[in-house]
């Protein structure tokens, strides 16, 4: 097949005028298709069904005797602690359970850091002339949120497929005492995929920073959600290689049940260095008595151990892996070779991440919307909303049933070579 590049000036106009009649003949469907948010189905919220019904009217201590009814418990149940440590791969005394959001967990954290003077800093953050974060892109879309919206100002550094650009990061964070962090999505990166390697890791936790208190916000939020999970990728255990490096309080960890049972009723944890977690505990004090311990204890009940919670990822496995092989084979068929469009099958996460010639991905997704087809923003992957060459869309396929991903994924690829045959001939005029 040869590349639209390849095509001569009319090939291209006969081209867009064929798939201007096709995607007239989409808008006149009527769809109503939403695929910007990679939230779970209605199919895998019914596989932790079991929550509504695993407590009863005479069950509510945990092992230590706790009335989970009550006020206290700051750092969350006994058992609660230990079942994500062993998801982790750390020790329990290194992990608060708290609410049912990880975002909200970095939210507070970083709204801490501005307030308050983290272990070995003169100062809090708020009290700089200027804070910086490193933000690899392409990126999560709420965590650039949550930077704008507390006055951090955004450095965005490209990834690679191993990981974000160590050399740039390693520049940057040895060189300017206000970037105090970054963010990270260490395992099935949101949206690319990509799981940092080992290398990555290890110069994340032994570089130099000119900021003392520099902290990496490692989100941790696909850790176990492996669409093979017979073929799992792991990365190092960032607090010990942090520790092993002497930068021991370098990293906050956060990770959450979201995906794993219910994303609106689950629990949320942070985990931290001994130092790291006094510091939040005295802040914590004078926030809140204490987590919901009821719903700890419900899934505790429900999830029971590590093995139980690996067994429910086989079965959402299940289910995501189908709408992700669809994926992958609708744009094979419609885009290979065409040369507007490259992207990787990912191996787990719940994205996909596509690169389109650049100055199309906004008009691509525009003309998906006027089919019926909600895609996530074009530019929501870069802080400030902004993709310097237009040409990134996140693909969220976990929530429409399959038949309705198959229309979605005709009407986006359809879009997708409409948009960069225009793009192609408004060159060659």
Same mark, same amino acid.
């Given at each position: 097949?040869?590349?639209?590049?390849?095509?001569?000036?009319?090939?291209?106009?006969?081209?867009?005028?064929?798939?201007?009649?096709?995607? @007239?003949?989409?808008?006149?469907?009527?769809?109503?298709?939403?695929?910007?948010?990679?939230?779970?189905?209605?199919?895998?919220?019914?596989?932790?069904?079991?929550?509504?019904?695993?407590?009863?009217?005479?069950?509510?201590?945990?092992?230590?005797?706790?009335?989970?009814?009550?006020?206290?418990?700051?750092?969350?149940?006994?058992?609660?602690?230990?079942?994500?440590?062993?998801?982790?791969?750390?020790?329990?005394?290194?992990?608060?359970? !708290?609410?049912?959001? @990880?975002?909200?967990?970095?939210?507070?954290?970083?709204?801490?850091?501005?307030?308050?003077?983290?272990?070995?800093?003169?100062?809090?953050?708020?009290?700089?002339?200027?804070?910086?974060?490193?933000?690899?892109?392409?990126?999560?879309?709420?965590?650039?949120?949550?930077?704008?919206?507390?006055?951090i100002e955004m450095i965005p550094v490209p990834m690679t497929p191993q990981g974000p650009d160590m050399d740039q990061i390693e520049d940057l964070a040895a060189s300017d005492p206000s970037i105090k962090g970054m963010w990270a999505v260490p395992v099935y990166s949101n949206p690319d995929g990509i799981t940092y390697s080992a290398e990555t890791c290890r110069r994340l936790a032994a570089m130099r920073t000119?900021?003392?208190?520099?902290?990496?916000?490692?989100?941790?939020?696909?850790?176990?959600?492996?669409?093979?999970?017979?073929?799992?990728?792991?990365?190092?255990?960032?607090?010990?290689?942090?520790?092993?490096?002497?930068?021991?309080?370098?990293?906050?960890?956060?990770?959450?049940?979201?995906?794993?049972?219910?994303?609106?009723?689950?629990?949320?944890?942070?985990?931290?260095?001994?130092?790291?977690?006094?510091?939040? +505990?005295?802040?914590?004090?004078?926030?809140?008595?204490?987590?919901?311990?009821?719903?700890?204890?419900?899934?505790?009940?429900?999830?029971?151990?590590?093995?139980?919670? !690996?067994?429910?990822?086989?079965?959402?496995?299940?289910?995501?892996?189908?709408?992700?092989?669809?994926?992958?084979?609708?744009?094979?068929?419609?885009?290979?070779?065409?040369?507007?469009?490259?992207?990787?099958?990912?191996?787990?996460?719940?994205?996909?991440?596509?690169?389109? !010639?650049?100055?199309?991905?906004?008009?691509?997704?525009?003309?998906?919307?006027?089919?019926?087809?909600?895609?996530?923003?074009?530019?929501?992957?870069?802080?400030?909303?902004?993709?310097?060459?237009?040409?990134?869309?996140?693909?969220?396929?976990?929530?429409?049933?399959?038949?309705?991903?198959?229309?979605?994924?005709?009407?986006?690829?359809?879009?997708?070579? !409409?948009?960069?045959?225009? +793009?192609?001939?408004?060159?060659?005029?």
């Amino acid at each position: 097949m040869l590349s639209y590049q390849d095509w001569s000036q009319a090939m291209l106009k006969a081209e867009a005028d064929r798939l201007e009649d096709q995607v @007239s003949a989409w808008k006149r469907r009527g769809l109503k298709l939403n695929m910007t948010r990679g939230k779970p189905c209605a199919e895998q919220l019914d596989l932790s069904n079991g929550l509504l019904t695993c407590l009863d009217e005479n069950d509510y201590r945990s092992e230590d005797k706790t009335d989970c009814r009550n006020y206290g418990g700051l750092d969350g149940l006994p058992e609660a602690r230990r079942l994500f440590a062993g998801l982790l791969g750390i020790q329990s005394e290194q992990v608060m359970v !708290l609410g049912n959001s @990880s975002l909200n967990l970095m939210y507070d954290m970083m709204t801490r850091c501005l307030l308050f003077a983290l272990p070995c800093a003169k100062r809090p953050w708020g009290r700089e002339e200027k804070v910086r974060f490193i933000c690899p892109v392409p990126g999560y879309d709420r965590h650039f949120t949550v930077c704008q919206a507390l006055g951090i100002e955004m450095i965005p550094v490209p990834m690679t497929p191993q990981g974000p650009d160590m050399d740039q990061i390693e520049d940057l964070a040895a060189s300017d005492p206000s970037i105090k962090g970054m963010w990270a999505v260490p395992v099935y990166s949101n949206p690319d995929g990509i799981t940092y390697s080992a290398e990555t890791c290890r110069r994340l936790a032994a570089m130099r920073t000119a900021a003392a208190d520099f902290r990496i916000f490692w989100d941790n939020a696909y850790c176990i959600h492996h669409l093979d999970p017979d073929k799992p990728e792991v990365v190092p255990e960032i607090l010990a290689l942090c520790a092993e490096h002497g930068h021991a309080d370098r990293v906050f960890v956060f990770a959450s049940t979201s995906k794993i049972t219910w994303s609106g009723a689950g629990l949320a944890c942070l985990a931290a260095s001994t130092a790291n977690l006094a510091f939040v +505990r005295r802040q914590m004090t004078a926030q809140t008595i204490g987590p919901d311990k009821i719903s700890q204890l419900r899934h505790i009940r429900f999830l029971k151990d590590q093995a139980q919670v !690996l067994d429910l990822m086989r079965r959402h496995a299940a289910i995501l892996a189908p709408k992700f092989d669809l994926v992958d084979c609708h744009l094979t068929r419609e885009l290979a070779g065409r040369g507007i469009c490259r992207w990787h099958k990912p191996r787990g996460g719940y994205f996909f991440s596509l690169y389109l !010639l650049p100055g199309t991905a906004a008009e691509t997704v525009r003309l998906a919307k006027d089919c019926g087809v909600e895609l996530t923003p074009a530019g929501s992957t870069w802080p400030g909303g902004r993709d310097p060459e237009d040409s990134n869309i996140r693909l969220a396929p976990s929530f429409p049933p399959l038949a309705e991903l198959e229309m979605a994924l005709e009407v986006l690829c359809l879009c997708i070579r !409409l948009a960069c045959v225009k +793009r192609l001939l408004a060159s060659l005029s």
